[in-house]
C-alpha cells in the first residue's frame, strides 16, 4: 500500500510569489491534516479536512493560505503571496476515521521543504 | 490548551545503551491518548509508541518503552540497546478530546522535538 506522498519535496521562491503543495493521502484515509513546522520550532497543526469538508481549520496563519481537498482525495495548499516568515517544512498527514480500539494513526507524508528568499 | 514540552533539544547515546527522552504535558482532560513519533533524516514521520491514559501499564514495542506518569503528567520514552537506525528527531504528540466512545481524531500537539544521535 502507498504512503502518503507530498509533492514538490523542496520549493524555492521569491517572496511575493505563489507556490503551490500537493499531498496525497493514502487511499480510502478520510483524514486530511496539515502542518507545518518553522525552522527550530514546534511542528504545528495547519488544518483538517473530513472528506472534502473543512472540519477545522484554526491553525491557518492568515488569509494567504488556501487550502483544498477536490472530491475528498488529494489536497494543495497554497500560498499567495509567499512572506519570508512562510518559510519550513510542511507536513501532511491522513487517518482513517475511526481506528481499532478507540484510537488512530495519522499517517505521515516525507513533507515539503519551502524556502521564500 | 493542551501544550506540550520537551526540555531535551539533543541528546546521544552510544550504540547498545540506553537513553530516556523527556515529554511532560498538560491537559484537563481524564482520558487521551500519548504518542511518541521518530522522523529518520529525509523520512517521514512514524509512529513508534502509544499510551492511553486509562491504562496503568506502561506500553512497550520491542526495544521502546514508555514510563507514563499521570499524576504528574509526564511521558518519557525509553530506548533499550540502542542502534544505529535510532538516530531521528523524536517528537512527543498529544491529540484532542475523543469523542464520547473513547474514538479521537484530530490535530495533534506537538513538542518541540529531540534530536538523538547514535554513536556507533
Known amino acids: 500500500e502507498a504512503g502518503v506522498t507530498q509533492f514538490p519535496s523542496h520549493s524555492v521562491i521569491e517572496k511575493g510569489q505563489t507556490v503551490t503543495l500537493r499531498c496525497d493521502p493514502i487511499s480510502g484515509h478520510d483524514n486530511l491534516y496539515w502542518y507545518r513546522r518553522v525552522m527550530g520550532k514546534e511542528i504545528k497543526f495547519l488544518l483538517h479536512?473530513?472528506?472534502?469538508?473543512?472540519?477545522?481549520e484554526s491553525g491557518m496563519p492568515n488569509n494567504r493560505f488556501l487550502a483544498e481537498r477536490t472530491g475528498g482525495t488529494y489536497s494543495t495548499l497554497k500560498v499567495q503571496p509567499a512572506e519570508l516568515e512562510d518559510s519550513g517544512v510542511y507536513f501532511c498527514?491522513?487517518?482513517?476515521?475511526?481506528?481499532?480500539?478507540?484510537?488512530?494513526?495519522?499517517?505521515f507524508g516525507p513533507g515539503t521543504r519551502l524556502t521564500v528568499t | 490548551a493542551q501544550t506540550v514540552t520537551q526540555s531535551q533539544p539533543e541528546m546521544s547515546v552510544q550504540e547498545a545503551e540506553t537513553v530516556t527522552l523527556s515529554c511532560t504535558y498538560d491537559t484537563s482532560e481524564s482520558n487521551y491518548y500519548l504518542f511518541w513519533y521518530k522522523q529518520p533524516p529525509s523520512r517521514q514521520m512514524i509512529l513508534v509508541i502509544r499510551q492511553e491514559a486509562y491504562k496503568q501499564q506502561n506500553a512497550t514495542e520491542n526495544r521502546f518503552s514508555v514510563n507514563f506518569q499521570k499524576a504528574a503528567k509526564s511521558f518519557s520514552l525509553k530506548i533499550s540497546d540502542s542502534q544505529l537506525g535510532d538516530t531521528a528527531m523524536y517528537f512527543c504528540a498529544f491529540p484532542p478530546l475523543g469523542h464520547p466512545g473513547g474514538t479521537s481524531y484530530g490535530k495533534l500537539t506537538f513538542g518541540q522535538g529531540t534530536i538523538l544521535t547514535v554513536h556507533p
Open positions: 498527514a491522513s487517518s482513517q476515521e475511526y481506528g481499532t480500539g478507540g484510537w488512530y494513526e495519522q499517517y
Open positions: 479536512f473530513v472528506k472534502e469538508s473543512k472540519q477545522d
